[in-house]
């Protein structure tokens, strides 16, 4: 039985998206959702995804320390840092500034949860910025597979030098809400 409501949100979620690329991505998602649950890790398929995987990342959630634990990147994101991803905590892998926001963020997608879709700033380096779109979608836990996030962030790198006029205050934010959607939440 497919859950009329549920099929509302995530066609709003899609129609809100820019990028045909994290389009994609967000369909893959949701073509692995079962009709009573969430997917989880080992629902998600590669080969499904093979052209947009530089810009896919995961994370884990640790409910015990209240983080995420990265767990898989693309090389347009491990390129950003020079930290490596695998197994960094969120905390150890966003700068200072910029962490609580991406952990209210992360949580709310795993709590409530959610899909986001934000659009803007996504990244800022001493190097440059990147601008541009992001989708996060939330993973059940499963077995000894953590609750966690599948996101993409489709963007432009610019360098500080470079002349744009861009609204650099961040993200355009929009969410769009799975409580109470799926009965093995």
């Not at 080969?47 to 320390?65: P, Q, R, T």
């Not at 209240?66 to 767990?71: L, N």
Request: with cysteine; glycine share 8%; charged share 30%.
């Amino acid at each position: 039985m497919v859950n009329i409501e549920f099929e509302k949100i995530y066609t709003a979620f899609e129609n809100s998206i820019s990028s045909t690329s994290l389009k994609e991505v967000a369909r893959h998602w949701r073509e692995i959702c079962d009709e009573n649950q969430l997917p989880c890790w080992n629902d998600i398929r590669p080969f499904a995804i093979k052209n947009h995987l530089g810009m896919v990342w995961c994370y884990d959630y640790d409910s015990v320390e209240d983080d995420f634990i990265g767990r898989l990147a693309g090389h347009k994101i491990t390129r950003l840092s020079d930290k490596p991803f695998k197994g960094a905590r969120l905390s150890k892998l966003r700068p200072n500034d910029k962490y609580p926001r991406s952990l209210i963020r992360a949580r709310r997608v795993v709590h409530e949860p959610a899909l986001y879709r934000g659009q803007g700033l996504v990244y800022k380096t001493e190097e440059g910025i990147g601008w541009g779109e992001r989708v996060v979608m939330p993973l059940r836990r499963e077995g000894t597979c953590p609750a966690g996030i599948f996101g993409a962030t489709e963007f432009q790198s610019m360098t500080d030098g470079e002349n744009f006029s861009l609204n650099l205050r961040g993200e355009d934010e929009q969410w769009f809400s799975l409580a109470g959607l799926m009965p093995g939440e």
